[in-house]
């Protein structure tokens, strides 16, 4: 499955901190075709969705995400955890079942940076029953 | 001067929200060299700085922002305010001096889309008292 964890280099100071993302021609850069936030209520789960062409470059800003991915040939499931206090960037590849889930008491944040601009036409939806996993 | 406040889409939901942010070739997109994340304590000021290069897209994500520039031709200042129950995007094109304050008593979280890599040989830094702002 295309699912990488790459991790960040990060600025600590005095009066905040920078937090390095995505750089151009870095591994898991696709192009850009879109960037967008999705904020997510505590113990809430968005899901399931599959991507026919996306690339995506997720990082949690704020908040605690469980992220899980269904490999719907060998029926398996993966799971990968961000939160903000161990900042990484998580690259997904195209044709992937995932859903994540608000593990924090409070509003989590989620930035996408796409390769390409948001379309219907290459998203699938399942209802969260559809695939069966143990949150 | 190059500064422009763009207006966001937003689809609201009750599991939570998606808050656009950029899509390749709108205003005030000038290409993609870099993405990073600042956070700023509360009441802390981070500048003066002014990128010779750098074209920016700006979000606040979390908390709320004055941003300060300083056009050192017209001696004149300008502000803009972010904050995260509006949000909107601030463009700020190069060769302008700005300082950003966090109005917040939170943690503020700032979202940088950057035309180009971090390079420090395009920016130039000024302490904070060396361009006087009744903050």
């Given at each position: 499955m295309k699912i990488k964890i790459y991790k960040q280099k990060n600025i600590f100071s005095q009066k905040g901190n920078v937090l390095t993302f995505l750089k151009k021609g870095?591994?898991?850069?696709?192009?850009?075709g879109e960037i967008y936030f999705s904020t997510i209520k505590p113990k809430k789960i968005k899901g399931w969705k599959k991507h026919k062409k996306m690339n995506m470059n997720i990082f949690v800003i704020s908040g605690k995400v469980k992220f899980v991915f269904y490999d719907d040939k060998r029926k398996k499931f993966y799971k990968k955890n961000l939160n903000e206090n161990n900042p990484k960037r998580l690259f997904i590849g195209p044709n992937i079942w995932f859903a994540f889930k608000n593990m924090s008491s409070k509003k989590s944040i989620i930035v996408n940076f796409s390769?390409?601009?948001?379309?219907?036409?290459e998203v699938l939806n399942k209802k969260l029953n559809q695939i069966k996993f143990n949150w």
């Open positions: 870095q591994n898991g850069y696709k192009g850009f390769n390409i601009k948001h379309n219907k036409n």
